[in-house]
């Protein structure tokens, strides 16, 4: 692909702005209009490789969440109660399932802000026994973070983790809210907790979270992902069955804290998290969202302190 010196400007801005939709409608003007290279850099050269790639996991993540709107048949539906619908379809060439978990949630945007970005808390919130770790392991650009996440086994089974490169796309102008995009990777050398060890590592083909911003106090959520367990002697039909059950189960629970966060305030812990990122995400956030064409007025959540 050759871009101009402009064109990779104007890509690289929307970029680092995290509006990577607005950068892949830029990439495909560029590619359209046949621009010659225009003397990129060795170095812009291998953004713009990254930024393709980055672009066209966000868009293949985006159609995976549209299609289950937009009346596709390959989605079965699998459990819809307490306004929680999960629903699932077999992927080509892969053994597990692909799911997608939607429900219109009615608490603000305020509320489940932290309880996503913040989520190496979470854990402090939950039953011990649930035995979930998650750590933040490196800050990535404006809205994006490399997580840790230890699942408990039951025995005989081993403990598993994933490390996942997680960013916040925002795609207010597009869909009227934000995609959250994850993504497995391989630590290589890094230094992972000690619950890594004698874990097996797990991998998630794709994943994201449409979260769209409906009103003051509502919001609806998708969230589609595939995933390899690494469960190979255990038969795909019944970790397809236990993973159904499982994920609405979890919402549930997400749903509830929810709740409780919103009526009762945020735990003491998540002060210090917000007031250190304010300037970077929680006064950006609001600030985009209220710029949204999408967006259903009056909102006016700038005006809404954290």
């Known amino acids: 692909m050759s871009v101009s010196v402009a064109s990779f400007d104007a890509i690289e801005e929307a970029y680092d702005d995290a509006r990577w939709l607005e950068a892949g409608r830029l990439i495909e003007e560029s590619t359209d209009e046949g621009t010659s290279s225009g003397n990129l850099t060795s170095?812009?050269?291998?953004?713009?490789?990254?930024?393709?790639?980055?672009?066209?996991?966000?868009?293949?993540?985006?159609?995976?969440?549209?299609?289950?709107?937009?009346?596709?048949?390959?989605?079965?539906?699998?459990?819809?109660?307490?306004?929680?619908?999960?629903?699932?379809?077999?992927?080509?060439?892969?053994?597990?399932?692909?799911?997608?978990?939607?429900?219109?949630?009615?608490?603000?945007?305020n509320c489940w802000v932290p309880l996503v970005f913040e989520a190496d808390l979470i854990p402090d919130t939950?039953?011990?026994?649930?035995?979930?770790?998650?750590?933040?392991?490196?800050?990535?650009?404006?809205?994006?973070?490399?997580?840790?996440?230890?699942?408990?086994?039951?025995?005989?089974?081993?403990?598993?983790?994933?490390?996942?490169?997680?960013?916040?796309?925002?795609?207010?102008?597009?869909?009227?809210?934000?995609?959250?995009?994850?993504?497995?990777?391989?630590?290589?050398?890094?230094?992972?907790?000690s619950s890594s060890k004698g874990a097996v590592r797990m991998d998630v083909n794709f994943g994201g979270a449409m979260c769209?911003?409906?009103?003051?106090?509502?919001?609806?959520?998708?969230?589609?992902?595939?995933?390899?367990?690494?469960?190979?002697?255990?038969?795909?039909?019944?970790?397809?069955?236990?993973t159904r059950k499982m994920l609405w189960h979890a919402f549930k629970l997400f749903q509830k804290k929810a709740h409780t966060f919103q009526t009762d305030g945020l735990p003491?812990?998540?002060?210090?998290?917000?007031?250190a990122s304010r300037e970077r995400i929680y006064d950006e956030i609001p600030r985009r969202l209220n710029g949204g064409v999408h967006i259903p007025s009056p909102i006016k959540i700038a005006e809404e302190k954290l």
């Not at 966000?58 to 999960?86: E, F, P, Y």
């Not at 598993?160 to 391989?186: K, W």
């Not at 003491?268 to 007031?275: G, K, N, T, V």
């Open 212 to 242: 769209r911003v409906t009103g003051p106090d509502t919001t609806d959520m998708c969230c589609v992902f595939n995933a390899d367990a690494k469960l190979s002697y255990v038969p795909s039909f019944v970790i397809n069955f236990v």
């Open 43 to 109: 170095e812009q050269d291998a953004k713009l490789a990254k930024i393709v790639a980055d672009v066209n996991s966000a868009v293949a993540t985006d159609k995976a969440v549209s299609s289950r709107s937009d009346g596709s048949s390959d989605w079965i539906l699998s459990t819809d109660a307490d306004g929680i619908c999960v629903e699932y379809r077999k992927e080509k060439g892969k053994p597990g399932h692909s799911f997608a978990i939607t429900a219109s949630v009615d608490f603000s945007i």
């Open 268 to 275: 003491p812990q998540y002060a210090e998290r917000i007031e």
């Open 126 to 193: 939950l039953p011990k026994h649930m035995g979930i770790e998650l750590v933040i392991l490196e800050e990535r650009g404006r809205f994006g973070r490399l997580m840790y996440e230890k699942l408990f086994m039951p025995p005989p089974y081993a403990n598993r983790f994933m490390v996942l490169d997680c960013q916040a796309i925002d795609v207010i102008n597009e869909r009227g809210g934000f995609l959250i995009l994850f993504r497995t990777e391989d630590p290589g050398d890094r230094i992972l907790p």
